[in-house]
């Protein structure tokens, strides 16, 4: 039994602030700056978002079977993040450098850096959501760990909405990575000096593409999940239509601020209560209620509209409860999802696994992203015009307000009918694995 250290515990924090102002700034603003700023097409930007995604259908489960293969001296999880501490912040900056040329230079330029950034992403979430697994054994303190990580998480993705667009409209895209970037590998660096990994599992040293596929599609509540949490984010167009909706619909990509305002004090705290909640009422229903509340306040959102902007503020900060809900407890979820597998199967996969979390975010983000673009190009919407006709921004209005909706429904019908994994049945996982484990040593 493994408790953790205060300074661990914000280290671990401190990560999850860095990677998400990165992750926030890409998800929510590269798209604007491509078509916007750089000049490329709608269409082309969109067909980029889903070819990276194409190339993380590779990429990440080999990577995740590779971090269950390789045991560093370090460490199992940790040293693949020191690793990528400086070069995620690095290629966040040349994934939003603007370089006056060509048209089909920017757009190679883009995939290029763009693919690199989702790799070196994959190298650092993979292991930082592991490495939970492995500095307790305490179920308890895991969720606390990652209540932490998700408040950390929730911090960066405000502070990103409130200060960016102030930022973008004053000192322009380029300025304003560079800035984040540095406060990012600020609160990055301190994992490397004060998280250790405590907990060392016996693994099988034939990590194979069958194992991993077999740990994937053997783990029923991982698939599961990860279908609603996929049809959530696939739909999640809000997130990267904002800067547009701002801009054009409000008339200032400045007034983002006050929206991401609204949002703050949800985000904040479902995380900090996270712990007592799953306590009080599970991780499930937590979920279904969310969902079903965002829902309903998703459509009455889209009949209202926006023209009395205080009720679309208040009605936008009561649906980001439910609608940021999964993000903030997908690791948790993801950690169950470990040790039902180790259970059923007896391998752990951590890294397997984890990375099904991380492709499903990346993939979700980019079908979003894309989503968003095609959709209101349908509407007749150009990045390169000095103004907007009314059909685009009623475009707008739409991926923001009412396509979100589409995947909470999905996803309120998987969780509610499919996924029935309770912290009781995880408790008595994790005993009734260490017993087996305590007998097997007392047996050698």
């Known amino acids: 039994m493994y408790l953790t250290s205060k300074k661990e515990r914000f ?54 079977g590779i971090v269950d293969k390789v045991n560093p001296k370090k460490g199992k999880f940790k040293p693949w993040v020191d690793a990528v501490t400086l070069f995620i912040p690095l290629i966040t900056i040349a994934l939003f450098w603007k370089f006056d040329t060509s048209g089909s230079f920017n757009i190679v330029y883009a995939y290029i850096a763009y693919i690199v950034w989702g790799m070196l992403y994959t190298i650092s979430d993979v292991p930082i959501f592991a490495l939970a697994t492995t500095m307790t054994d305490i179920p308890d303190e895991r969720v606390k760990i990652m209540s932490i990580g998700r408040l950390a998480a929730a911090i960066a993705s405000i502070s ?44 099988s040293s034939m990590v194979t ?23 959530i984010t696939a739909t999640l167009t809000s997130m990267t239509i904002a800067p547009y909706f701002a801009k054009w619909n409000l008339g200032d990509i ?25 306590k009080t009422f599970g991780k499930r229903k937590l979920l279904i209620y969310g969902l079903g509340s965002s829902i309903i306040l998703s459509i009455i959102q889209y009949f209202l509209g926006y023209n009395n902007f205080i009720l679309f503020l208040v009605i936008n900060g009561l ?15 993801s950690a169950d ?19 099904v979390q991380t492709f499903s975010t990346k993939l979700g983000g980019a079908i979003a992203s894309a989503l ?33 909706t589409i995947g909470l429904i999905i996803a309120f019908i998987i969780f509610g009918l499919f996924y029935k994994l309770s912290e009781q049945d995880v408790e008595c996982m994790v005993n009734e694995m260490k017993e087996k484990q305590l007998i097997i040593e007392q047996e050698m």
């Open 319 to 333: 649906k980001s409860i439910g609608l940021f809900m999964p993000m903030l407890m997908m690791g948790i979820f």
């Open 337 to 355: 999802c470990v040790e039902y597998g180790a259970y059923t199967t007896s391998e752990r996969n951590e890294g397997v696994i984890f990375s």
């Open 11 to 64: 280290s671990y924090g401190g990560w999850f602030i860095g990677q998400n102002i990165i992750y926030m700034l890409v998800t929510s603003y590269l798209a604007i700056f491509l078509t916007d700023e750089v000049g490329i097409v709608e269409g082309v930007v969109a067909t980029l978002f889903l070819v990276a995604r194409i190339w993380d259908a590779v990429n990440d489960p080999m990577f995740g």
């Open 372 to 404: 968003s673009l095609l959709v209101i190009r349908a509407y007749g919407y150009s990045g390169i015009a000095l103004s907007q006709t009314d059909e685009a921004l009623k475009g707008i209005w739409v991926t923001i307000s009412l396509i979100p």
């Open 254 to 278: 400045a007034t983002q601020t006050t929206i991401m305002a609204t949002m703050a004090l949800p985000m904040l705290l479902i995380p900090i209560l996270t712990p007592w909640l799953v």
């Open 160 to 203: 990103v909405g409130l200060v960016a667009p102030q930022f973008i409209a004053n000192l322009g895209y380029q300025t304003t990575v560079i800035i984040l970037m540095s406060f990012a590998l600020i609160f990055m660096l301190p994992l490397r000096f004060f998280v250790k990994e405590r907990i060392l599992y016996k693994r």
């Open 209 to 231: 593409l069958k194992s991993m596929f077999h740990a994937i599609f053997s783990n029923k509540y991982l698939l599961i999940f990860y279908a609603g949490y996929l049809a």
